[in-house]
């Protein structure tokens, strides 16, 4: 393929005119995604909606919010015996329909070693949401995240408080 | 970064198509075109955009073009920050299928083309836009694609000492 070739006729898909540009096209062939990579971005679509606009996980601080709150939500529905309540409770946090869409995120992430300072600091954010709404001592299920991903007792990490305090307060008020 | 709207089933869908569909060729874009961004990040963080905008997609004649504008925008950002940046840096460890030799001595080749050139090469022959696809979505003439495509093909030949 040359230029005047492509000037006269093909202007659209790229055919390669000879074994150079056949080696070109196999060199620069796109690859599948990976399956992790895939499944990121379908958990980031998944994460979109509701969750960004909650005024109570507002993680601003992090590139990575849906994933982000995806998994603070799932450690609050973890940490609450009733999560069905939460769409009665005056709080509101989540909806039926949030939190359908957080389980089906969490389900899709792959919780890497990476992210557990974003999840301490979500669970810490979480833990306070909890005792909030409902005064209960952590669950097993939540001692389990916490084992699972070596992350300090809430109540004993930074005792200057969560980098996500001024989210909480403003929920508070 | 302000929160995004919710997403409509249809926009949702639309996304998770393009996921499918048209990731891998954004993917392929980001790793050939800016070898100096982490293409994965990059991909995440285009398609993070993508869903808050999702009406302005949803209304583009062509999502893939607009995607790849995304994926450029998010690259070009990325290389302007800092080298500690959140999306530039030393490519993560990946697990894929090695090249051969052959294949290698070409990717290394179109490695050390001009960035300009590099992109169009890239543009058309990885993502496979046309011309006129090309030269939209870089904002340069029609001309000065193929122009640069030429070029590029022949500096190629020249680095790898293949003759016409």
């Not at chain 1, 074994?19 to 971005?41: C, H, I, K, T, Y």
């Not at chain 2, 409509?8 to 569909?21: G, N, P």
């Not at chain 2, 963080?45 to 009406?55: D, N, S």
Request: with cysteine; glycine share 6%.
């Amino acid at each position: 393929m040359n230029l005047e070739d492509e000037k006269d006729a093909d202007l659209g898909r790229f055919e390669p005119g000879d074994d150079f540009d056949a080696r070109l096209q196999a060199a620069l062939a796109p690859a599948r995604l990976s399956v992790g990579l895939e499944q990121r971005l379908l958990g980031q679509i998944a994460a979109h909606p509701g969750l960004l606009a909650t005024p109570v996980i507002r993680l601003d601080q992090y590139r990575w919010r849906p994933l982000i709150a995806g998994i603070a939500a799932t450690l609050l529905l973890c940490t609450i015996p009733r999560p069905d309540s939460l769409q009665y409770s005056s709080d509101a946090l989540f909806s039926q329909r949030e939190t359908a869409e957080i389980a089906r995120t969490v389900a899709l992430l792959n919780w890497e070693p990476p992210l557990a300072p974003a999840i301490e600091d979500a669970a810490r954010s979480v833990e306070r949401i909890r005792e909030r709404l409902s005064g209960d001592t952590p669950s097993e299920n939540y001692r389990f995240v916490h084992d699972d991903w070596d992350l300090p007792p809430a109540a004993d990490a930074h005792p200057g408080g969560s980098s996500l305090g001024p989210a909480l307060r403003n929920t508070d008020a | 970064m302000t929160p995004g709207r919710p997403l409509s089933v249809e926009q949702r869908a639309l996304l998770e198509r393009l996921v499918r569909e048209a990731a891998p060729r954004v993917h392929a874009y980001v790793r050939r075109a800016f070898p100096r961004v982490d293409p994965d990040e990059a991909l995440a963080e285009t398609f993070f955009r993508a869903a808050q905008a999702a009406p302005g997609l949803e209304r583009s004649p062509d999502p893939v073009l607009y995607l790849l504008r995304t994926a450029r925008t998010v690259c070009l950002r990325s290389l302007q920050r800092p080298a500690t940046a959140e999306i530039a840096g030393d490519p993560p460890a990946r697990e894929e299928a090695v090249p051969s030799a052959d294949l290698e001595e070409m990717l290394r080749a179109v490695a050390e083309l001009p960035d300009a050139q590099r992109e169009v090469v890239v543009l058309r022959i990885s993502v496979g836009l046309s011309f006129e696809q090309v030269a939209e979505m870089l904002g340069i003439p029609l001309g000065t694609a193929l122009s640069r495509m030429h070029a590029a093909q022949r500096r190629l030949r020249e680095l790898l000492g293949v003759k016409r």
